[in-house]
């Protein structure tokens, strides 16, 4: 990139931070997405204990979480690839 941006941009620590930057939200993704999975996982059982609990007028209804979790896992393998190119981008240069 060429101009003053391209020499701001070009500076290690620019590129070291970005690159720290983009691995600590992966981190905090991550475990974000993992704490959601287990309060919905616990929500619906649940919501299952409630239902089993009820007389025998109960509907035959049960709740189970769907593919969306495993979806969401597949989803961060694939954002996982750019941030360990961007870290070894890194220590090369560094290493040069």
């Known amino acids: 990139m060429p101009g003053k941006f391209g020499a701001v941009f070009?500076?290690?620590?620019?590129?070291?931070?970005?690159?720290?930057?983009g691995f600590f939200s992966f981190m905090i993704g991550l475990t974000t997405f993992l704490i959601l999975h287990i309060w919905f996982s616990?929500?619906?059982?649940?919501?299952?204990?409630?239902?089993?609990?009820?007389?025998?007028q109960r509907p035959k209804l049960i709740a189970e979480t769907g593919?969306?979790?495993?979806m969401g896992?597949?989803?961060y393998s694939f954002l996982?690839?750019?941030?360990?190119?961007?870290?070894?981008?890194?220590?090369?240069k560094a290493a040069a």
């Open 10 to 21: 070009a500076q290690p620590a620019v590129q070291r931070t970005s690159a720290l930057l």
């Open 73 to 75: 896992w597949v989803a």
């Open 80 to 92: 996982a690839v750019p941030i360990v190119i961007s870290l070894t981008k890194l220590n090369v």
């Open 42 to 56: 616990k929500s619906v059982r649940d919501f299952n204990a409630m239902i089993l609990a009820q007389d025998a």
């Open 67 to 70: 593919n969306a979790f495993t």
